[in-house]
């Protein structure tokens, strides 16, 4: 199946700092999401986006499809934004629908 | 207003013990799925439904059937539960293929049930 790798594994900001996640993926996409884990264990939708570049307020993303990794952005980070960072992808080979998950970024906003 | 929920949200039980997660969404979707997330966060998949028909079924050991009465619905029952069997248990579902003309196929995902074998 399709291969997802995500860098990096950890990462602690300050307060109000920017950053840049990564996802690399092994084959073509039918289908990428970005997911935020909070704390209390829910994941969150952040984008679907299989191709192109897209923006939810501080956070955007970008996935070049044709290289084969994908970008998520987040600026002036808060707290609030702490927790694992998933990138998920249906591809390849993989029946319709199979989303192979990253292992995630751990992200740690500090005040 | 939830979109997908899950009953219940944390099971403690015994090795050994039956036991079902329940699982539900509101969205009009036709496809559902179960996922497992482990102890070190990495979350896989179990199985998906299609209009109540199955169309994924990973490796997973056979005490683990699901059932789905309807497309909006898709229950895990687990038997003769094991302490490998302790893990965050996710449901979610996607529009799926018929409708994918008019949406995009976002897999919207349920609380978690946490399940604890004792």
Same mark, same amino acid.
């Given at each position: 199946?399709?291969?997802?790798?995500? %860098?990096?594994?950890?990462?602690?900001?300050?307060?109000?700092?920017?950053?840049?996640?990564?996802?690399?993926?092994?084959?073509?996409?039918?289908?990428?999401?970005?997911?935020?884990?909070?704390?209390?264990?829910?994941?969150?939708?952040?984008?679907?986006?299989?191709?192109?570049?897209?923006?939810?307020?501080?956070?955007?993303?970008?996935?070049?499809?044709?290289?084969?990794? %994908?970008?998520?952005?987040?600026?002036? %980070?808060?707290?609030?934004?702490?927790?694992?960072?998933?990138?998920?992808?249906?591809?390849?080979?993989? %029946?319709?629908?199979?989303?192979?998950?990253?292992?995630?970024?751990?992200?740690?906003?500090?005040? | 207003?939830?979109?997908? #929920?899950q009953t219940p949200k944390y099971l403690v039980t015994q090795m050994g013990n039956d036991k079902s997660i329940k699982c539900?969404?509101?969205?009009?979707?036709?496809?559902?799925?179960w996922y497992k997330q482990d102890s070190?966060?990495?979350?896989?998949?179990m199985f #998906?439904?299609?209009?109540?028909?199955?169309?994924?079924?990973?490796?997973v050991p056979n005490r683990f059937s699901p059932k789905?009465?309807?497309?909006?619905h898709l229950n895990l029952h687990i038997n003769s539960l094991e302490l490998g069997d302790s893990a965050v248990y996710f449901c979610? #579902?996607?529009?799926?293929?018929?409708?994918? #003309?008019?949406?995009?196929?976002?897999?919207?995902?349920g609380?978690g049930t946490r399940l604890t074998v004792l």
């Amino acid at each position: 199946g399709i291969q997802v790798e995500q %860098s990096p594994p950890d990462l602690i900001l300050q307060e109000g700092a920017n950053s840049t996640l990564r996802c690399n993926f092994s084959d073509s996409v039918n289908n990428l999401q970005w997911f935020h884990q909070n704390p209390w264990g829910q994941l969150i939708n952040l984008f679907y986006i299989p191709s192109g570049t897209k923006q939810n307020g501080r956070l955007s993303a970008t996935t070049v499809a044709t290289e084969r990794y %994908s970008l998520l952005y987040i600026s002036s %980070s808060q707290t609030t934004d702490s927790g694992v960072y998933f990138c998920a992808v249906n591809g390849g080979t993989d %029946s319709w629908g199979k989303l192979q998950f990253g292992a995630g970024t751990q992200v740690v906003v500090t005040p | 207003d939830t979109a997908v #929920s899950q009953t219940p949200k944390y099971l403690v039980t015994q090795m050994g013990n039956d036991k079902s997660i329940k699982c539900e969404q509101n969205l009009g979707h036709d496809t559902m799925y179960w996922y497992k997330q482990d102890s070190k966060k990495f979350l896989k998949i179990m199985f #998906s439904y299609n209009n109540k028909e199955l169309i994924i079924n990973e490796t997973v050991p056979n005490r683990f059937s699901p059932k789905s009465p309807d497309k909006a619905h898709l229950n895990l029952h687990i038997n003769s539960l094991e302490l490998g069997d302790s893990a965050v248990y996710f449901c979610a #579902s996607s529009p799926g293929p018929a409708q994918l #003309s008019s949406s995009t196929d976002t897999q919207y995902f349920g609380p978690g049930t946490r399940l604890t074998v004792l």
